[in-house]
């Protein structure tokens, strides 16, 4: 009698543990699921690396993995594996940087139609959208089940860090083959260690609430012409379409008539010191700015700085009489009604924006012959390898055209590229491949690096001084000023294959 009560006890033991092992393990989705433990919410504490089986500890990648592990951004794939050399999902990967960014909220419409809401990725592509590190196929589609290309990794990191964080990652040569999850974790803490750049006054914010999307491009463009920074107002409650019909006793109406309305925003700008000019961007809501627009500037203590307002509207004028009274130790400067973005980059360029104390370290002169222009610099490391090269002296570069919309030349030597997906526009600089700069006096979209953008210049002076489809400018780069025949050529550099093509 004892013998069998014993053995059905310990047959009941062992029944309890495979019921709790079967429960822990359906906290975490299934493998082959299609969803990796990885990514999906966190449900479980995560395991020391010293856990993971598959780490050897002399692994070089092993630190990358505690990094990652230890801030609870990849945890592994379940059973004591982190699985290094296993492939990630496009999904998986802006999941990860968007923890890594404090997992924003973000009031941005997704066009991907293989993104449906509700998922554990959705949010994250979402966020990834709305900062333009991904664009998805060009079919409407973003792939969140297809594997990383180490290419497509490359170019996600170069967007958000606009540094290169890949270098020295063994096996990682920017092709096309699948990232492995080792390459990814390291990095993820390659991206972490970069020093960090200081907070410094002179800098722009665009910052703009728009609540059906028709005022979030002409911000974009803003942000473009400007060089500064994008912070969109989320309200903590989203507008919705009844919301905005207009017709009926809608919330936005009802905001609009109360003196007291004060929507909440769910979102908060960092360190609101560091600018010295805000461009502040909304519709135009029963002729006026919406209410969220006053939280926001009662949010913050503006004194002191530059403030220029944009709207959008189809029909009603620009409107900023009811918001200047809440920063009156600002210097407001003339805004503008926008009905698309065709005209922000001249209205930005007719501002008159504080200039910052090293503007100057920023600039670089470009002549053709009587004509002198200045240029602003972009900040990444292939313009401080432009600069290098043109602190030992003005540079002369002979230029002939390229497909319609360019002059290039050869700049006789090779410089590090900082290559990302951008349309290059009329007084664009830009590196191709490395040892030719060109200047665009149309439109182009492609892998490039950007140098730098030629200062208030039309089009159509662009076109008339480079000789657009002309024939062949000499033109000469320089840090100090226009030049006195002293430059050197191209030429004189030691000669390098350029190759002139383009996709």
């Known amino acids: 009698m004892k013998n069998r009560f014993f053995a059905f006890l310990m047959a009941a033991c062992v029944a309890c543990l495979l019921t709790m092992t079967a429960c822990s393990a359906a906290e975490a989705p299934a493998a082959g699921s299609g969803v990796d433990q990885n990514t999906a919410a966190r449900t479980s504490e995560p395991q020391p690396v010293n856990a993971f089986t598959d780490i050897p500890a002399n692994a070089w990648y092993a630190g990358a993995a505690d990094y990652v592990h230890k801030n609870e951004l990849m945890n592994g794939v379940g059973e004591g594996r982190f699985a290094p050399e296993e492939t990630l999902t496009r999904a998986m990967l802006v999941t990860i940087l968007w923890r890594q960014a404090g997992e924003p909220v973000v009031n941005y419409l997704m066009q991907f139609s293989d993104v449906p809401g509700g998922q554990w990725y959705s949010e994250a592509v979402r966020w990834a959208a709305s900062e333009k590190l991904v664009g998805g196929y060009g079919d409407g589609r973003f792939g969140p089940g297809d594997p990383i290309t180490q290419e ?23 092709s096309s083959k699948p990232a492995t999850r080792a390459q990814a974790a390291a990095a993820v803490m390659n991206y972490a260690q970069l020093p960090q750049e200081e907070a410094a006054g002179g800098k722009i914010l665009v ?21 500064g920074d994008l912070f969109e107002i989320v309200p903590a409650q989203p507008y919705t379409d009844a919301d905005l019909n207009y017709s009926t006793d809608c919330r936005a109406n009802a905001e609009q008539n109360d003196p007291d309305a004060r929507p909440a925003i769910a979102n908060a700008v960092e360190d609101m010191e560091r600018y010295d000019v805000v461009l502040l961007g909304y519709p135009i809501w029963w002729g006026r700015a919406p209410k969220i627009i006053h939280t926001f500037l009662e949010t913050y203590d ?23 009274d809440y920063e009156p130790n600002a210097t407001w400067l003339e805004g503008r009604r926008f009905s698309g973005a065709s005209q922000v980059e001249d209205w930005v360029n007719g501002l008159d924006l504080p200039k910052t104390g090293d503007a100057e370290a920023d600039k670089m002169y470009l002549q053709i012959n009587d004509t002198v222009w200045t240029a602003s610099l972009e900040d990444n490391p292939s ?32 410089l590090p590229q900082t290559n990302r997906q951008i349309t290059a526009k009329p007084g664009d600089i830009i590196l191709y491949q490395g040892n030719s700069v060109t200047i665009y006096y149309g439109e182009n979209t492609w892998n490039f690096t950007r140098l730098g953008h030629i200062d208030g210049v039309s089009e159509a002076e662009l076109r008339e001084a480079l000789k657009a489809g002309g024939g062949n400018v000499s033109v000469t780069f320089s840090l ?17 294959t350029v190759a002139q093509q383009r996709p």
């Open 207 to 227: 910052a703009y609430f728009s609540a059906t999307g028709n005022t979030r491009p002409v911000a974009e463009k803003a942000t473009e012409a400007t060089g």
């Open 480 to 496: 100090d000023g226009p030049t006195g025949g002293g430059a050197v050529r191209a030429s004189d550099f030691e000669a390098k």
């Open 152 to 174: 497509q990794l490359n170019l996600i990191f170069q967007r958000y860090a606009d540094r290169p964080v890949t270098g020295g990652i063994p096996g990682f040569d920017g």
């Open 383 to 414: 313009v401080s390898a432009w600069r290098e090269l043109l602190a030992k002296g003005p540079l002369t570069v002979d230029m002939s055209d390229y497909g319609g919309f360019e002059k290039v030349g050869g700049i006789g030597t090779t």
């Open 302 to 324: 503006l004194s002191g700085k530059t403030i220029a307002a944009f709207c959008t509207s189809g029909g009603s004028g620009h409107e900023d009489a009811t918001l200047r």
